[in-house]
């Protein structure tokens, strides 16, 4: 689950102005500060209703470099084109992007032009929330390139871009983190691993305690389930999305490495051992089930950095869209298990493996705007 640990490029936050271009006065038009009521804010299931999936056509050359860059490009088309069956899909893309982009994409795909660094909307984007007046709020969590570690100049102004594209009002906080991060059963139970938000990279001498007190008004959390995850051996720090996710309230699907040479094996491990223990904020125990990684994968992009799991799907209206690595085993028992715990979804397996490759996958994509 490595997300391009071959990073080519690296900048710090800061610099220029925060006004995007053809945009004027995002900031200044478009922030709110949580108030008194930010408590009834609600982060929602993934599996409840879309009004669309915001995804990003930000490959670039000097990222993913020459032998992978079409193949991700393909793949991201690919992605979209399938979410596309299902609810409605706005992608960004770069104007020196924008007839490729359109070559690729099926026309009832909306390009909107937007300055990118990369490709990871589920990061870089706004986490969306609603309120019980019915009214949709964007949360920007303040990306910085998972820590410094790549450039993100442009990636880090795409929260707010979303959020006057989609207008909707933009919530600041303190804290640095991504979607990727989180993840949550919609009735106020999240799963996130300290490995990435308590990470002296994002939000240096923040306290679990400190961390809970601010996110939980934001997201409407009554509790949080911590994995350790792992630090420093992807670009995320370990992301929660490549080792648990909610399948609805109650009910978990998390990841298993039982390659015992793999740094994952002990920490997908514990994961395990840690969700089949807890509960959520009602104080019911987990419903925990498996997804093994694939034993295979196909050769042509294989490497170290490879992300071959099946937990960073994406759940949209309708549908479930995973990826298939050609290991007819494994491939076959997510599918199966994908299929029982979303009985009213079709599940569609698809091939990633150039977005694979630079460590991430379907998930990481995407991000949700709450119907």
Excluded at 71 to 97: H, S, W, Y
Excluded at 338 to 367: M, S
Aim: charged fraction near 20%; charge should be neutral; aromatic fraction near 8%.
């Amino acid at each position: 689950m490595n997300r391009r640990t071959f990073i080519k490029t690296l900048s710090v936050m800061g610099g220029g102005s925060l006004t995007a271009l053809g945009i004027g006065g995002i900031f200044a038009a478009n922030t709110t500060a949580p108030s008194n009521k930010a408590s009834a804010h609600r982060m929602p299931d993934e599996a409840e209703p879309h009004a669309c999936t915001w995804m990003a056509f930000g490959a670039s050359e000097a990222i993913w470099g020459r032998k992978l860059l079409s193949e991700v490009q393909r793949n991201l088309a690919l992605i979209a084109n399938t979410i596309a069956q299902f609810e409605p899909v706005k992608m960004l893309v770069r104007a020196a992007d924008l007839t490729l982009a359109r070559s690729l994409l099926h026309k009832n795909v909306e390009l909107i032009v937007a300055p990118l660094d990369d490709l990871w909307m589920r990061d870089s984007g706004p986490v969306f929330v609603t309120h019980p007046t019915g009214k949709i709020s964007a949360v920007q969590f303040n990306f910085n390139g998972w820590g410094n570690k790549q450039k993100h100049t442009n990636d880090q102004r795409v929260a707010a871009k979303v959020a006057n594209f989609a207008q909707t009002p933009l919530i600041n906080t303190h804290l640095v983190l991504e979607g990727g991060g989180i993840e949550v059963d919609g009735h106020g139970t999240a799963i996130i691993t300290e490995s990435c938000v308590l990470n002296t990279n994002r939000n240096p001498n923040l306290s679990k305690a400190e961390c809970e007190k601010a996110l939980m008004p934001l997201l409407g959390l009554r509790k949080i389930i911590w994995l350790p995850g792992i630090k420093d051996q992807d670009i995320t720090d370990g992301h929660t999305d490549f080792y648990a996710r909610f399948a609805k309230p109650g009910v978990v699907i998390a990841a298993f490495d039982p390659d015992p040479e793999s740094f994952d094996h002990e920490v997908t491990k514990t994961h395990l051992a840690i969700l089949k223990n807890a509960t959520d904020a009602d104080g019911r125990p987990l419903e925990v089930h498996m997804l093994q990684a694939p034993s295979y994968v196909r050769p042509k992009f294989k490497n170290n950095d490879f992300a071959a799991g099946y937990i960073n799907f994406y759940v949209c209206n309708g549908a479930v869209i995973a990826p298939e690595f050609g290991d007819t085993v494994t491939d076959e028992a997510a599918k199966r298990t994908l299929q029982a715990l979303f009985p009213n979804r079709e599940v569609v397996q698809i091939n990633i493996d150039g977005i694979a490759a630079g460590g991430g996958g379907i998930h990481c994509t995407t991000q949700q705007q709450p119907l």
